[in-house]
DNA sequence: ACTGATAATCTCAACATTGAGATAACAGCA
DNA sequence: TGCTGTTATCTCAATGTTGAGATTATCAGT
């Protein structure tokens, strides 16, 4: 069998045959199966009435334990996107009641954004049926096929220094 | 070793011990990589004067082979975005002189973007720096596990149905 | 030829992100 | 106490994408 990097991979062979682009066969790969994955759970969010960085802000507070709150730094880090991206996002949360800022009496630079109870209770409510998905997007693997992937991967998340997170 | 995932998994084991969340060690791997690879590729491109949307049609273009031209809903599909979004990356490489629309003359609904002189010498200049730059970013990987990691992405893509491209 | 359905592209408002800069607060040290 | 540098968050204009709808053209069947 073969897909759509396949395919490009043989034009390229074709038009550049000076260009030995194996490259392309696992960056490629990562990114339009990034692409594609995240439509797929999106649509699953859309269920419950949320998009998925809304779902990502409140995975990230739920699994950091009670009581469920982080700094806005924190947060971002752990979404890897820009300080403004994450102040635009608990603003609309907030506003939607999914989490509270709570400003900190030791450092009052900082800000502690908190789940509220109702986002508790939702992202509670989503995780399950979210990790389903998940797994059912993965079936085409057998378990043996899985570790081994997540474990390459893992090497190259290693190499590029991708570390910690809370 | 671990990464950012496995901190990410522990902690969903510690919070909610009832879930096994296996899937997150694939698919948060998969994002968090494509958007760490996206980022490296993206400096890469500026030496160039270059997004990275524009060199992906230049690149589209350029593979399928001369006349170096495709239509819009072709490069869309490659893409993999919405017709608005090429339409506007077209009109702003239309201008930069990259590409050119041609109307065509058996069904005048569609065009066909083709490339320029310009940009035909710019994306041969730009993609062996590019896979050489793509090389380095997958180091960590011997020749075998590239295969392997290669392979299982292609099983998963397969999987959600992505087939051809021009 | 006509009519309805389908297809290809463009338009445009809404939205989320970036990236640079502003603001406010802390930390170390003379 | 007063400086200087650093840290945390917010602000805001610019940018690129989405998604729905408009426009124009083709195709199939009558």
Redesign the interface.
């Known amino acids: ?8 991979m043989a ?2 062979k ?3 045959p000076d ?9 490629g ?10 439509r ?2 999106k649509e699953s969010f859309a269920e419950y009435g949320l998009e998925p960085f809304e779902f990502d802000v409140l995975a990230t507070l ?4 009670a009581p469920y709150e982080l700094t806005a730094g924190a947060l971002l880090k ?1 979404a ?1 996107v820009t300080s403004g991206a994450i102040t635009n996002r608990i603003d609309r949360m907030e506003a939607k009641g999914l989490v509270e800022r709570v400003r900190d009496g030791a450092d009052r630079r900082s800000v502690r954004i908190r789940l509220t109870r109702r986002g508790l209770e939702l992202v ?1 409510e989503v ?2 049926p979210h ?1 389903a998905n ?2 059912r ?5 057998g378990p043996a ?2 570790d ?3 474990g ?9 220094g ?5």
């Open positions: 069998m073969s897909d759509a990097v396949d395919a490009l034009q390229w074709q038009e550049r260009i030995d682009v194996w490259p392309m066969g696992v960056i790969r990562i990114s339009r199966l990034s692409a594609l994955l995240g797929e759970l739920r699994r950091s334990g752990a890897m509670d995780v399950g990790v998940e797994e997007l993965l079936a085409a693997l096929e899985r081994q992937l997540a390459l991967l893992r090497v190259l998340l290693e190499s590029m991708d570390t910690s997170l809370t």
